[in-house]
């Protein structure tokens, strides 16, 4: 029993020093000038639940890392923080991006310097003024038509790797 936890916890250490050297900001690219330079930083909103929000704050911004095709934060914690994209459920052709505890929704890939979703529904990343006070960040859906709300603007996740 006590070898089981010594290993785990070696296991848990490698990972955490392993992401460190790999940590990045999620950065916005977009040509609206409101939502280009942003970077996506996690907005408590329950516990062990956060909206991915835009920051202009290097600081407030989450660090994060690829474990296999997971997206997690590292919130300097042994708890896993991943990204969740909400489901295709209520045909308005965005949903929300989740920050929570656990290891999130797996798929995601660097394409062309960009943070993509690799699933057929995923069509790319909306920022948008809502519910926070600053932009927050949202997924769009493949086989939705919509009008995008003048406050939103398509944009591109780039990594932007933090210097150790």
């Known amino acids: 029993m006590l070898f089981t936890k010594i290993a785990l916890s070696l296991a848990s250490l490698a990972a955490r020093v392993a992401a460190a050297q790999d940590e990045f900001h999620l ?11 942003l970077y996506v930083e996690a907005y408590h909103t329950g516990a062990g639940m956060a909206d991915a929000v835009l920051t202009t704050s290097t600081s407030a911004a989450g660090k994060f890392y690829l474990n296999e095709t997971y997206l997690q934060m590292d919130i300097g914690q042994e708890i896993t923080y991943g990204f ?18 656990g290891q999130g929704v797996s ?12 699933e057929t529904q995923f ?9 926070h006070g600053a932009p927050q960040l949202f997924w769009t859906v493949a086989y939705e038509n919509f009008t995008r709300p003048s406050s939103c603007s398509p944009v591109h996740l780039t990594q932007e790797f933090i210097s150790s």
């Open 27 to 37: 950065k916005t690219v977009s040509s609206s000038a409101s939502k280009n330079n």
């Open 107 to 118: 798929g995601f890939v660097v394409e062309d310097n960009h943070v993509v979703w690799n």
């Open 123 to 131: 069509t790319g990343w909306l920022a948008c003024d809502w519910w």
């Open 84 to 101: 969740e994209v909400g489901g295709a459920t209520n045909y308005a052709g965005w949903e929300f991006v989740e920050v929570n505890g």
